[in-house]
């Protein structure tokens, strides 16, 4: 077989294959699968009792949110954040 | 002669033509210019609706405070109240000349505000202003884009067009952050900015603030036999408040009787470190652009009080949006390294200035 034959087929295999490449790189514009929830963290000024509410609006840190069930002390709003639930990645 | 000459012949012109064309002639770079502006033309497109939409949602979020025009309030906004950097070449009195301007543009911009919502509170006005300037913000980064493609476009400039059409990616990125950032600021709960607030409050075991200077606090509370001060923006509006200013009244106050001034602040990490990382170090730990860094400086050095600096560390994006668990966590674990940091550096007896710099947003 003549060289010139194998030079073409190799260059157009490596065309063929660079241009398949591409196209299935192309990045997947699926959403992401997460869920989120802002949680406030509320504790008593007194004896450290704590516990986790999902945030109000108009919270905010330093807040005096009522009173300790356990103590009666103040409780105070220390600590809001965003959490995030990671959906298990759905595969076809 | 035969077939197999015939096609040879034929393929070793194709190669020759096309060896001509890639190296003696534009046309290679023609069809990357097309490909690269196409490019850029989906992220502009892309860009818009990123505009459009945090303007929606802007609109939507003054109408739920009462604004009665908020389009208008926002049109008028965007593209004015631009501030002009003072004359470095010469840069005697800077510092002032900067801060002048700096505080005549807030002055401005406030006035506009209350000059349209009469009597409003000072959290309600603080939210406006941020509205305000985000939307301002994505109208000018997509103003940009929209410029350098012109202009590669006018000027038939590949390498402009290239250039463009691989950083525009992140610049979507960005505009993509600020664009979230229009909804944290409207739900009202701290912000990964916050987290130098979010320290020093827990710090501060005491409810009872001062506004040593507008819009800055300052709590006076103790720890383990220290007299703590700690300064911070007045919250729970979204303001970064004047830190650099109140420390140096402060401690006027005080005739320099402190021990050591330590500043918390959220920093911009690295791609390779991970978010909420804590670390510390000395020096003034605020990214601000010379007034109130130098303030806190000189102050210190006016005195020799040692500096101390503690940061969180995220990205940009977190820094705009919604405090995420993991700068939840390190802002826990940077009010350990400030406790200790007091503990091993200063004696029963001393005062200790605490400064959390950052947005104080959802943060009394
Ligand atoms: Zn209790």
Redesign the interface.
Known sequence: M?P??IL?IALTAFLISFLLMSLTRRPSNKPNEEQKK?LEVIKC?NCGFEEKTS?K???????NVGKCPKCGGDLIV???????YQQAEMKV | MDG?QDW?SI??AVIILSSFVLNFTDIPQKMQFWRFSSVVRRRIYELNELENDGRRKSIKYLKDLNVPNPKELIENYVDNFFMISPVDIEPTDIISRLRHLLRTRDEAVKRYVIENLKNISDEVRQKIEVMLELNSILTFINKVVKHYYNLGVKYNDWVLMMRLALDVNQIYLLAKAYNNAIEAFG????IGDGAGP?VV??LA?S?EEREIVPETVVYESSFENRRIYVVKAK??GPTVGRPGEALEKLVNELDGKIARIITVDAALKLESERSGEVAFGVGAAIGDIGPEKIAMERIATKYSIPLDAVVVKMSNEEAI?????E??DG?LKAVDVVKNIIRSKTKEGDAVVVIGVGNTL???
């Open positions: 003549e010139l034959y073409v802002i000024v945030f609006a108009d919270d905010y840190v330093g807040k220390a600590g809001i954040y965003l959490e995030k | 197999t040879s393929l070793l739900v009202g709960a701290p979010l409050r827990t075991n409810s919250g729970p949006t919604t405090m995420t668990k700068i939840y802002v959802g943060i009394k």
